[in-house]
């Protein structure tokens, strides 16, 4: 059984950075897009970060060039550095990583997701 586990998460004060990492345990193949969300309370999840098997990423509005993704797809890990941080960012970010597999003709989907790491933004 696979298990995706992030790490880097804690209290920051504002302006401060933080870098999140995580890592597969076990190892999945054909892995398509690997991605960060977060959930603050009383809002809905939302994407943070993606970056994709051939290198190419993606931010939330949000962002605003303050984050950066970077992932070695081979070894199953993926980070996230986040610089400028308000407090709202403050939120827990769950690391997704998602695969495809064609088999026969039919693409074998698959879901990753870690148990979140807490992202308080705070002085």
């Known amino acids: 059984q696979v298990q995706v586990v992030e790490s880097g998460g804690g209290l920051v004060q504002p302006g401060g950075s933080l870098t999140l990492s995580c890592a597969a345990r076990?190892?999945?193949?054909?892995?398509?897009?690997m991605n960060w969300h977060r959930q603050a309370p009383g809002k809905e999840r939302e994407l943070v970060a993606t970056?994709?098997?051939?290198?190419?990423?993606m931010y939330g509005n949000f962002v605003k060039g303050r984050f950066t993704i970077s992932g070695d797809i081979a070894k199953n890990t993926v980070h996230l550095q986040m610089n400028s941080l308000t407090p709202e960012d403050t939120a827990v970010y769950y690391c997704?990583?998602?695969?495809?597999?064609?088999?026969?003709?039919?693409?074998?989907?698959?879901?990753?997701w870690g148990q979140g790491t807490q992202v308080t933004v705070s002085s």
């Open positions: 997704h990583i998602y695969s495809a597999t064609n088999k026969g003709g039919t693409l074998d989907t698959k879901d990753y």
């Open positions: 076990g190892y999945i193949s054909n892995i398509k897009n």
């Open positions: 970056i994709a098997n051939d290198g190419a990423t």
